[in-house]
C-alpha cells in the first residue's frame, strides 16, 4: 500500500484526458458508458450483467469510494478534456474507468491495473494514457513496487495497451 496513507488525490491531468474519482453524479454517465459498451465488457466482467440501472453505478461509485477510504482500492473516472473559453482544460464526457486494486496495508506495495474504455471512443490512445498516468502515480505518489494486471488471452485491445 501507499507510504503515505491518504486516499488518492482527486484528479490526475493528462494531454487529453483528466482522472477524477467519480461522485454521485456521475452515476447517469457511468450508466451510459457502460449501456453502450455492455456487449463487450460482458464478456470481460461478470459484474456488467448485474448493472442494470444507473442506481447500480451509484452502488459502484460508493462502493469505490469506501474502498479508497480504506486504502484498498483507487479507482478513477476517465474523462476527455475540452477547451474552455479561458484556454483551461475543462472536463467533457466520461470515457470510461482505470482503477488500482488489492491495495493492502500489510507491506505487500502491490495493487492489480484495471480499465475499460467505452467501445465508440477506442484506439484514440485513451487506454494508453490513462494507464501512463496511472501507473506513475501509483509507483511515485503511492509508493507502490509492483503493478500486474489479468488480461484475457482474447483482449488484444488490452494486450496493446499494456505493452505501450
Known amino acids: 500500500m501507499a507510504t503515505d496513507s491518504s486516499p488518492p488525490p482527486a484528479r490526475l491531468e493528462g494531454r487529453r484526458l ?23 465488457l460482458k464478456r470481460r466482467l461478470a ?9 447500480d453505478e451509484a452502488r459502484f461509485i460508493s462502493e469505490s469510494a469506501l474502498g479508497a477510504g480504506r486504502g484498498e ?21 466520461l470515457v470510461g474507468i482505470v482503477s488500482l486494486e488489492g491495495m493492502s496495508a500489510d507491506g505487500r506495495a502491490q495493487a492489480r491495473l484495471g480499465i475499460w474504455i467505452r467501445s465508440e471512443r477506442q484506439d484514440k490512445g485513451y487506454g494508453v494514457e490513462a494507464t501512463r498516468l496511472v501507473v506513475e ?16 488471452p482474447s483482449n488484444r485491445v488490452f494486450r496493446r495497451v499494456l505493452k505501450k
Not at 18 to 40: K, N, Q, Y
Not at 47 to 55: K, S
Not at 137 to 152: I, M, Q, S, V
Open 18 to 40: 483528466v482522472l477524477r474519482d467519480l461522485t454521485p453524479g456521475d452515476a447517469g454517465a457511468l450508466w451510459e458508458a457502460v449501456e453502450g459498451s455492455r456487449e463487450p
Open 47 to 55: 459484474w456488467v450483467g448485474e448493472a442494470l440501472a444507473a442506481d
Open 73 to 93: 482500492r483507487a479507482v478513477w473516472g476517465v474523462f476527455e478534456t475540452r477547451v474552455s473559453r479561458a484556454a483551461e482544460p475543462a472536463e467533457g464526457r
Open 137 to 152: 502515480h501509483g509507483f511515485r505518489k503511492l509508493g507502490l513496487h509492483r503493478l500486474y494486471a489479468r488480461l484475457e
